[in-house]
């Protein structure tokens, strides 16, 4: 069986190139500019490349980023006192907090004051609620990503059988949730699949996983699927990046699953690229409300001083 290698890159390319028009749109037609701040706190090297990464695809499609650099000994107190001011900050449309983030910190209480309309990562817990009730404002970026490659490789996941492999909060929950909608922004192809969470206490696993007509890996183990694993002729979705003594590896083994599946993402080259595009594709959503919002607010204090006058 031959297996088509699902390019990210391409992807990715061809989303923002479609997201630079937008851009130039919005900057001809209401002098608006997407704006997008990440925080760095500590000098991880995997983050430093992720936030470069970042800023070098905002360049690309014409919005514009900048990085605010924190030391590793930042408190927490101080990390929030920085996302209120990012959050009164008019000129800021997304607000990107690297993770992760140093121990001492607390993760949630950083996410959780990330003003909703700002939270382009779709972490906060109103726009989480907002994905599981399917009428989302922004979609985390990494499923978007994942629904984003099935579209453009010519993949529906209407009535299939779909098996994910990891109960994160930033990939398989969320995945899931979107999978078992109704619709999808991107058409009910993109939904109303049947869904099974796999986790490590999933008895029996491979016997579920063999049954899955898509399989999505996102548990940060390298090469741990394995093509016993894998129902032949399945469409395989590597969501892990690992760092080993031999570079930059999936979840999945390749070299074995891509003898059986009809499919497959690589890594480095599949998912994450998409990630870092529908990024840039829900700051550009952020900035469109934003203007909206501020226009409606400058009429509507318009109308209050011709009723005070």
């Not at 449309?93 to 140093?102: D, K, R």
């Not at 299939?160 to 899931?176: E, H």
Request: with cysteine; proline share 6%; net charge positive.
């Amino acid at each position: 069986m031959s297996c088509q290698i699902l390019d990210g890159r391409l992807i990715a390319r061809k989303i923002q190139d479609e997201l630079k028009q937008k851009v130039e749109v919005l900057w001809r037609e209401r002098q608006l500019r997407p704006h997008l701040t990440a925080v760095l706190v500590g000098a991880d090297p995997a983050s430093e490349v992720y936030v470069r990464n970042k800023q070098s695809a905002c360049r690309r499609i014409g919005m514009s980023s900048d990085l605010r650099r924190l030391s590793a000994s930042t408190s927490t107190a101080e990390l929030l006192e920085l996302i209120e001011q990012l959050n009164s900050d008019s000129h800021v449309h997304g607000i990107l907090v690297q993770l992760p983030l140093p121990a001492h910190i607390s993760a949630e209480q950083v996410l959780d004051a990330i003003d909703p309309k700002k939270d382009v990562d779709a972490f906060h817990p109103y726009n989480v609620g907002l994905v599981a009730q399917g009428r989302p404002k922004y979609l985390p970026c990494t499923p978007y990503g994942v629904l984003q490659i099935l579209k453009h490789s010519g993949f529906t996941i209407r009535g299939q059988r779909v098996c994910i492999i990891g109960r994160s909060d930033i990939v398989g929950k969320p995945l899931a949730s979107m999978l078992v909608q109704r619709n999808s922004p991107l058409g009910p192809d993109y939904a109303n699949a049947t869904v099974t969470l796999c986790h490590s206490l999933t008895p029996n696993l491979p016997n579920v996983t063999r049954e899955a007509d898509l399989l999505i890996a996102a548990i940060g183990q390298p090469k741990w699927v394995k093509a016993d694993m894998v129902k032949p002729g399945a469409v395989v979705i590597d969501v892990g990046i690992n760092r080993t003594d031999l570079g930059l590896v999936g979840d999945v083994d390749f070299e074995s699953v891509s003898t059986i599946a009809r499919a497959i993402t690589p890594v480095p080259g599949g998912v994450g690229p998409l990630t870092v595009t529908m990024l840039l594709s829900n700051t550009l959503v952020a900035a469109q409300h934003s203007d909206l919002v501020s226009i409606g607010q400058c009429r509507d204090q318009t109308k209050d001083k011709k009723t005070t006058a």
